[in-house]
């Protein structure tokens, strides 16, 4: 058996110029990262999108909070409290599923905010919520800079 | 010599006449009725035929349908080049094939004589079509060899736009198949399942957040974007060393997706709709590489066509090119970097060096195809890349930094350069249930194995032995590839993929199957081909039935046998997921068939381009005979294919009844004991299998359950979803309570659509549980996912005894003896 040797009827199929396939790549791999390239915008449009068209009733609260992170990443972590507020409102009528993650997600735009007393409240809803996830995404070390503050277990 | 002419050139000869009669009796035995069952041990089987001129027109209609194709084929055959009378000699022996038609009925009639297994009644009631197929095939075949030099092979020519037809070709098939998936799921559907959301919220992450920490992802529920808010979908992850929560999938899947997923963000058009358009362009050049190196080999276009067509249109390779697995892209990678390994020249560096990088990036799809890149790094190495120290480099350069930072990811990930076994859904890689479950199971399990739902690939095991005989250097590489793929997945605890269509991680390998099509349809004897028609129409109409429903294949089900009402495959075929059998009865079905295929395989290693109708008979019957040996086998080693509770059977039954209203004579064969129309009549839904809690069994093994007193009325039994023939229905609930008063006690009701749509609702009392209490019911056509379901009003204490169900067939009943 062969295993090794070359076939001298390989062949290969015809090509354009180098500089032509090396231009056609760069202008396919533009198109195709230009949105990618938007990253960090997409969140905050796809929100506006789903806000615009009422997408799903029951789940309003999640564009809400997407573009509260997306401005909250954005700003530093300030955020009007009117905002924030009207977040709260909505969380307290929120009736979909697992309301501790959003209540994790309030709490630590609160905290950003610099109010610890409403990040606390959140906190404490978000235990009520369901305590076993609570306990278990608070492990997360994006609660670090804020755990003494919090009052939060040590991983 | 007068003489001797005529006796070869008159129209009776008695090839003909022969071929006729069992063309005649084969297709008038077809349009009988036939019931089996076994409630006591005892087989009973009962005929029902059409009446008498219907059978005898069916007869008569297919012996003159011979005829005249008997007259043209002689016709034809003198038009060659041959002498006139050995023509017309070699067009009537090329019909004794056809004899073994007659063995269809006569199996279907003997059965005392195999011991009263029912399967090759049941193969001769359910797969006639086939041996109708591979008969008719054999007499065409026999007919084009009775002309020697009309056997020309194509010639070598390559056409250069051929190829980019099969790109665009593949890529139309598999966006027409996303369009299918799209209008029966939707784009939050259903059918998105086990690794795919994970896969896909990694994609997220990385698209908006450029990171591979989900919490974002997970705390704003973004998964939103791709599938029903009310879930919530983690990434199957794990906490790393820094105490981020990243997925324990593979990142190179997502990094891929990303800028089109990202395309669906910004545009509106749906994330997954456009991150699926990656994989329909992965999928067709998968194809495409495909095509190419088979053409290579060959030296042929029709054999790489043949290639193309199997890796494009067969299972798995179908669906797998809309759907978010690693499988289609490693497919793709794995035979591109192969493939340029092959053709280039020692120092040819931009094709050494993209190689190289796909062979690196296969790595991150997942670990398990390291091997593969492992196995190309040593290919580049026996091709004699190492010659030149460029080549060599632009081979293995992406290669080592690859592994370097593949090493450095795991290590971040999980504190050591490899993943632990804990990583793995069962915490080990190696099955704990043993190796056989998984390497048999991936071919032949009826609800996850490859060969139900692509027999095709049998032939390209036999072609891939084909290639290694006329190219063994390509061919060795060729089937090590694919070797190396199936024993890294048979191997796996999980070998069928956790939950998605079968066979998953044998995707990967389709690539290289494939060219074992093209080095079958190049070197391989012409039966190579006739087998293959037949396979190509099962796999066709396997795959057309997924489409049909394609939310079926999610959920370990038998697809085959319980979607599809197509009795044969439930209960003769290992089932090792959907576990209603022991692990020990699904090893030895799977080696039955198993030992089948191997059987095919070497009957298309054997040369033979002669002549031989005799030969071709003798094949035919034996190769009948062992399908039927083999289901024999089955019926006895598993649990039977005409179980009593078997539902798949027994509705296809009621379907053929519907159909088929046999008015004439009826024949009654087995002992006296068992009644086929009573036992037939009447489907079990054995309560312990549908009960749920509180509801739980009176005794261990008992089909009855209880259900205490509660506090509020509550749901306990449901969920059949039976798909029944349209028609009148009646529902039998023995039930029990120590109340017998005035106040309802429970209530049932039949429903269809998954219960979106109740058919009929009765309220029981307690004066009413003396009797079995009965729904009737009128079931429209077209409706999907029958159940009939019962629940308690909470006040009393419940005992289900037996539930069941009875279609209203005039037919059956009035010819009952």
Redesign the interface.
């Known amino acids: 058996?062969?295993?090794?040797?070359?076939?001298e009827s390989?062949?290969?199929?015809?090509r354009l110029p180098p500089w032509v396939i090396g231009l056609l790549v760069l202008l396919v791999a533009a198109a195709?990262?230009w949105?990618?390239y938007?990253?960090?915008d997409?969140?905050q449009?796809?929100a506006q999108?789903r806000l615009a068209q009422h997408w799903?009733p029951?789940?309003r609260v999640?564009p809400l909070?997407?573009l509260a992170?997306a401005a909250s990443v954005a700003q530093g972590g300030r955020l009007p409290r009117a905002e924030l507020d009207r977040i709260w409102r909505e969380m307290k009528t929120y009736k979909?599923?697992?309301p501790v993650?959003?209540w994790?997600?309030l709490a630590?735009l609160e905290t950003r905010a610099g109010h610890q007393q409403m990040a606390r409240q959140a906190l404490v809803r978000a235990r009520q919520a369901d305590a076993k996830l609570y306990n278990f995404?608070l492990?997360?070390?994006?609660w670090?800079p804020w755990r003494s503050q919090l009052g939060l277990p040590e991983? | 010599m007068s003489q001797s002419r005529s006796k070869t050139t008159g129209y009776w000869q008695p090839a003909t006449l022969l071929a006729g009669f069992s063309w005649a009796v084969f297709a008038a035995s077809r349009w009988a009725l036939v019931m089996t069952t076994q409630p006591d041990g005892q087989v009973a089987v009962l005929w029902v035929w059409p009446p008498w001129w219907q059978t005898a027109a069916i007869g008569l209609g297919a012996w003159l349908l011979q005829l005249l194709v008997a007259l043209w084929q002689r016709h034809w055959l003198s038009q060659q080049a041959l002498e006139r009378p050995q023509a017309f000699r070699r067009a009537y022996r090329a019909w004794w094939p056809s004899l073994a038609l007659l063995l269809v009925p006569l199996m279907e009639l003997c059965w005392p004589l195999y011991g009263y297994s029912t399967a090759p009644l049941a193969l001769g009631r359910e797969a006639w079509p086939l041996a109708a197929l591979a008969v008719a095939g054999a007499v065409l075949l026999q007919t084009r060899l009775a002309a020697p030099e009309l056997l020309r092979r194509g010639l070598g020519d390559h056409r250069f736009w051929l190829a980019p037809l099969v790109f665009l070709l593949t890529l139309g098939v598999f966006a027409g198949v996303g369009l299918r998936l799209n209008e029966v799921s939707g784009q939050t559907g259903y059918l998105m399942a086990g690794d795919e959301p994970s896969y896909l919220l990694s994609t997220h992450s990385l698209a908006v957040d450029r990171s591979l920490d989900l919490m974002d992802s997970i705390l704003l529920r973004e998964s939103s974007n791709f599938s029903d808010p009310a879930r919530l979908v983690t990434g199957h992850g794990t906490w790393t060393q820094d105490r981020a929560w990243a997925s324990n999938h593979r990142p190179g899947l997502p990094a891929l997706l990303s800028p089109f997923y990202a395309w669906g963000l910004y545009t509106d058009l749906g994330p997954r709709k456009l991150a699926t358009i990656l994989v329909w362009l992965l999928g067709a050049w998968m194809v495409l590489e495909v095509f190419w190196l088979a053409r290579f080999y060959t030296g042929r276009e029709g054999p790489a066509l043949l290639a193309a067509a199997a890796s494009s249109l067969a299972l798995p390779g179908l669906l797998y090119s809309n759907l978010l697995f690693p499988e289609m892209a490693a497919a793709a990678f794995s035979v591109a970097a192969f493939r340029r390994l092959r053709v280039a020249q020692p120092g040819q560096l931009g094709t050494l060096l993209l190689a190289g990088v796909l062979a690196a990036y296969l790595a991150w799809f997942h670990e398990r195809f390291i091997l593969l890149s492992v196995l190309l790094s040593v290919y580049a190495l026996t091709r004699g890349h190492w010659r030149s120290f460029g080549g060599l480099m632009a081979f293995f350069l992406p290669c080592i930094v690859s592994a370097w930072l593949l090493s450095t990811y795991f290590s971040h990930l999980y504190g050591s350069p490899l993943p632990t076994a804990q990583v793995h859904a069962q915490g080990a890689y190696l099955n704990p249930r043993g190796a056989w479950e998984g390497l048999s199971g991936l071919w032949v399990d009826a609800g996850e194995g490859l060969l139900p739902y692509g027999p095709i690939w049998i032939a390209a095991v036999a072609g891939l032995i084909w290639l290694l005989r006329r190219r063994p250097g390509d061919g060795f590489w060729v089937m090590l590839m694919a070797v190396a793929t199936y024993l890294t997945a048979g191997l796996y605890a999980d070998w069928f993929g956790g939950i998605n269509p079968p066979a998953r991680y044998l995707v990967a390998a389709v690539p290289f199957l494939a060219l074992g099509m093209a080095a079958g349809a190049r070197w391989a004897p012409r039966r190579f081909m006739l087998v293959t028609v037949m396979l190509a129409v099962l796999t066709a109409a396997a795959a057309a039935l997924v489409m049909h429903h394609p939310s079926a294949v999610y959920g370990h089900k038998v697809v085959l046998g319980q979607g599809l009402q197509f009795p044969l495959v439930e209960n003769l075929l290992p089932a090792y997921v959907f576990a209603n059998q022991q692990p020990a009865v699904n090893a030895q079905l799977g080696l039955i068939w198993l030992c089948l295929a191997g059987v095919v395989v070497l009957a298309l290693q054997i040369d033979g381009q002669r002549f031989a109708p005799v030969s071709a008979l003798i094949c035919l019957l034996a190769a009948f005979l062992m399908v039927a040996g083999a289901a024999i086998a089955a019926d006895r080693v598993g649990p039977g294919l005409t179980a009593y509770n078997n539902p798949a059977h027994r509705i296809t039954l009621w379907e053929r009844a519907r159909i088929f209203p046999g008015q004439g004579m009826s024949w009654r064969l087995g002992p006296a004991g068992p009644q086929p129309q009573q036992a037939l009549l009447e489907l079990s839904l054995p309560p312990a299998r549908y009960a749920r809690p509180p509801a739980k069994p009176v005794r261990a093994g008992s089909s009855e359950v209880e259900v205490p007193a509660l506090p509020a009325p509550k749901l306990f039994l449901w969920g059949q979803y039976l798909n029944l023939p349209p028609g009148r229905y009646q529902v039998f609930a023995r039930l029990s309570s120590p109340y017998r008063g005035p106040q309802p006690v429970a209530w049932l009701d039949a429903s269809q659509d998954k219960g979106r749509q109740v058919l009929t609702r009765s309220q029981v009392s307690g004066q009413e549980l003396g009797k079995p209490v009965v729904l009737d019911f009128d079931l429209p056509q077209g409706a999907r996912q029958f159940e009939v379901r019962l629940g308690t009003t909470g006040k009393y204490r419940l005992v289900l005894h037996s539930l069941s169900i009875v279609p209203q067939l005039e037919t059956v009943k009035a010819s009952t003896p």
């Open positions: 058996m062969k295993l090794s040797l070359m076939d390989s062949q290969q199929p015809a195709v990262f949105a990618f938007k990253g960090p997409l969140r449009k796809a999108r799903a029951a789940y999640l909070l997407g992170h979909g599923t697992y993650l959003l994790l997600e630590w995404w492990r997360h070390k994006r670090d991983p």
